[in-house]
Nanobody, 122 residues
Framework: VQLQASGGGLVQPGGSLRLSCTAS????????MGWYRQAPGKGRELVAV???????NYGDSVKGRFAISRDNAENTVSLQMNSLKPEDMAVYYC?????????????????WGQGTQVTVSS
């Protein structure tokens, strides 16, 4: 299974970006897909994840500004990021969990995308 992320880039504070991630390969079913991020010198942080059933789970720092959406039929997940702040600047990673056990625990995710850089700067 491969995850291909796209959509990162440079944006001014207060601006918006949309990230997308598509899973490909011998996929039977993906339970949870979502996004984590990692800024220089910091650990991996939950941004938003979406399980096959139930409500999405958002990191506290992005609630009300970011929105995750998912197309199960296409094995894609997107992240709409609004009102971006300099502290949102990081490498954003798409992640997929097949079993449903990972939840918001990033070490338990089965597959990771290559990461896409989001830079928020004026």
């Amino acid at each position: 299974v491969q995850l291909q992320a796209s959509g990162g880039g440079l944006v001014q504070p207060g601006g918006s970006l949309r990230l997308s991630c598509t899973a490909s390969g011998p996929i039977i079913a993906i339970n949870t897909m979502g996004w984590y991020r990692q800024a220089p010198g910091k650990g991996r942080e939950l941004v938003a994840v979406s399980a096959s059933f139930g409500s999405p789970n958002y990191g506290d720092s992005v609630k009300g500004r970011f929105a995750i959406s998912r197309d199960n039929a296409e094995n894609t997940v997107s992240l709409q990021m609004n009102s971006l702040k300099p502290e949102d600047m990081a490498v954003y990673y798409c992640a997929a969990d097949l079993s449903g056990f990972a939840g918001s625990s990033w070490p338990l995710y089965d597959y990771w995308g290559q990461g896409t850089q989001v830079t928020v700067s004026s």
